[in-house]
């Protein structure tokens, strides 16, 4: 009976790909190339920038593959490569703070309508789409507003669903440092988002 | 509460945690924002990776795993087996896991494993058991100087050794080591006569030739048992080299003034003396010390103190033994009673052997040094340093004069002669075999010096503050 590759560990299809197996390190790609493009995306900030890393991440995969002895789970090594050389772009990079990717565009004018005058324009269904619009936009926008060192323990538990534990072996600090982190992260976004919370109460 | 809001918790501690959030109106609040944080966190959208990058990664991966493909899977029967399940346990992904299916397949793992730690440990212990036999911390070469400020006390190695009880081998020259019991030495006179008729060399040939036959034992120095070896290794028609022939000339500028010289050693016995065997430390003596060869050691013992039967004396070596007459035998008896730690008896046998040597003085040194070290170990150092003096002054080419330097130096050091001790050793370490020996009893001496200036000093003051209370005194009154 055939396994199903999707039922292979990240270890096994690594291991496959040692022994020369091409396409276990495709399925990998395909496994990891969304949640890892989004953590280099929130952390660089540029999308031009954050395609080239995410190329550079699994090229690396793919000249050190062997050297991943299985001491951890490989989505710590991988986040933790991809970390890496997003610490190495940001040390090379002056940041700059630049509008959100998601930021919807204003014709004429720098800021939109606020949440109120939006609600008070349209009828409710065209508010709530725009809202939710908005919404997204301005969470993206507040989560790269975080500190890095809160936004890459957010990025690594809200979009891989890393444990904290794992989190930890990624960043390395304690796992109640970590936690801390986290902590001030959501209470940062609570404060940058706190306008729209009886929107998403209602959609709770 | 970020436990519980990810879900960390277990159930009682969730529980426990519910519980104490609806009773603490704070906590209730803050659970409250991070809920509220949560839940605009979770609506982050996630965006499309592009898909060009996809390719180039791709064409990388597959050249690499076709460079990887033939080595790791060379045979073809295997790939075609079905694929086992895939492994649960992380840690055998690998070369470890390629590995292990090559000795033989899941089943062989335990055991391969224990056999792999098995071999390891054998092999480790096999390759260092002979390290650990070769390591000798005493198989150093390095001279260790001890640090002045760790001496503490007399020398203690210019203490005499034991005597060192060696035998020759009548037959083959070699130094026999053991232990003679009391009944072996009356022996040992009969058979010196047995065993000199056996020397190849005829006695005319070397001046008190009886006593170059004597066993090569009871080497009191380094310096006398390397040239009693030389003396049994000749009489077995060995070639020995002559030791350090080019020190005659710097040995001599070595020697205080008034000392005598030898006149050149190889020179003085003539052809018939073969060169000597490689030089040794102890054979390393200044040609003063060579020209001593000639005459011959009388702290020698007889040689074949051994089980077998000693023929009987020829009458040359008869006619020798009686020349000798009366201080052989008691050098003989002083050495018996030296060696039972019976030194004022040990004293008077040598001085009886140094006042009447009788015909051949060749025991004269021998025994004066010996006179000395008796009345060193008797505790006599200022007799012991007049039979030094006499030694060094009457006897320079004597080859144990180097020892006698040392032990000299000692008993001046004794009795608080320190620059006397100081001269002496620094005419001893000139010498190549003693020089070592002769520089750590200089780093003593120093520190007895150092201590003697001490209690000068400190007797000085001593002295001096009655003096000046005397003074203060006055000028009150």
């Known amino acids: 009976m055939m396994e199903d590759p999707d039922d292979l560990s990240d270890e096994e299809l690594l291991r496959r790909f040692n022994e020369g197996d091409a396409d276990a390190f495709e399925r990998l790609v395909r496994r990891y190339e969304r949640p890892l493009y989004n953590f280099i995306l929130r952390s660089v900030r540029r999308r031009e920038r954050a395609d080239e890393l995410l190329q550079d991440v699994f090229m690396k995969v793919v000249q050190r593959s062997r050297d991943f002895k299985g001491n951890s789970k490989l989505s710590t090594w991988l986040y933790t490569i991809a970390r890496n050389l997003c610490i190495d772009h940001s040390r090379k990079m002056v940041f700059r703070r630049h509008k959100s990717l998601d930021a919807p565009s204003r014709s004429g004018d720098d800021e939109g309508p606020t949440l109120l005058e939006r609600q008070a324009a349209g009828g409710p269904e065209a508010d709530r789409a725009a809202i939710a619009k908005d919404l997204q936009a301005r969470i993206a926008e507040a989560v790269e507003e975080l500190p890095e060192e809160q936004r890459e323990v957010f990025l690594l538990r809200q979009v891989e669903g890393m444990a904290f534990k794992e989190i930890a072996s990624v960043v390395g600090v304690p796992e109640n440092t970590v936690k801390s982190r986290m902590r001030y992260a959501l209470e940062r976004l609570q404060r940058a988002l706190d306008e729209y919370k009886d929107y998403v109460r209602e959609l709770k | 509460m970020i436990e519980l809001l990810y879900e960390e918790l277990d159930e009682s501690e969730a529980n426990a945690t519910r519980a104490h959030l609806e009773g603490c109106e704070a906590c209730g609040d803050a659970w409250d924002r991070l809920s509220l944080g949560h839940a605009f966190g979770s609506r982050l959208a996630l965006e499309e990776p592009p898909t060009d990058f996809r390719a180039a990664v791709m064409r990388a991966a597959r050249e690499k795993a076709a460079e990887r493909a033939p080595a790791a899977d060379p045979d073809p029967v295997e790939r075609a087996a079905p694929v086992s399940a895939p492994r649960e346990d992380a840690d055998e992904a690998g070369l470890w896991a390629s590995f292990v299916r090559w000795v033989g397949g899941s089943a062989m793992r335990p055991q391969f494993a224990m056999a792999m730690t098995l071999v390891l440990m054998v092999g480790i212990g096999l390759w260092y058991l002979p390290e650990l036999r070769r390591h000798d911390p005493a198989d150093t070469h390095a001279i260790v100087d001890p640090a002045p400020g760790d001496e503490v006390g007399p020398s203690a190695s210019l203490e005499p050794a034991e005597p060192l009880e060696l035998r020759t081998d009548p037959h083959t020259g070699r130094i026999v080591t053991g232990d003679d019991g009391e009944e072996e030495r009356p022996r040992r006179v009969a058979t010196t006569e047995a065993t000199s008729a056996q020397a190849p060399r005829p006695e005319a ?273």
């Open chain 2, 205 to 477: 040939e070397a001046p008190g030739a009886t006593h170059d036959d004597l066993a090569v034992d009871e080497a009191e120095t380094p310096t006398e048992m390397a040239q009693a070896e030389e003396r049994a290794a000749e009489r077995q028609g060995q070639v020995i080299e002559e030791p350090m022939l080019d020190m005659a000339e710097g040995a001599e500028a070595l020697l205080a003034q008034g000392e005598s010289y030898g006149s050149g050693s190889y020179g003085a016995e003539g052809s018939a003396r073969p060169p000597s065997p490689p030089p040794s430390q102890a054979r390393t003596a200044p040609a003063y010390a060579r020209e001593a060869q000639t005459a011959p050691m009388p702290s020698v013992r007889q040689p074949s103190v051994q089980q077998q039967p000693s023929p009987p004396p020829t009458a040359p070596q008869q006619r020798q033994q009686a020349s000798t007459g009366g201080a052989g035998e008691r050098y003989q008896l002083g050495m018996d009673h030296y060696r039972g730690r019976r030194y004022r008896a040990a004293a008077e046998e040598f001085e009886a052997v140094v006042r009447r040597p009788g015909p051949d003085r060749s025991l004269v040194p021998s025994a004066l040094h010996h006179l000395a070290r008796s009345l060193r170990e008797a505790g006599d150092c200022r007799a012991a340093v007049r039979s030094y003096d006499n030694l060094l002054s009457q006897h320079g080419s004597y080859r144990g004069a180097p020892d006698a330097m040392i032990e000299a130096a000692d008993c001046y050091r004794r009795l608080g002669q320190l620059s006397q001790a100081r001269r002496l050793l620094e005419r001893a370490s000139q010498n190549a075999g003693v020089a070592a020996r002769a520089q750590r009893e200089l780093s003593r001496l120093a520190v007895a010096e150092r201590e003697h200036r001490r209690a000068s000093q400190a007797g000085a003051a001593a002295e001096a503050a009655p003096a000046e209370a005397e003074a203060a005194a006055a000028d009150e009154n």
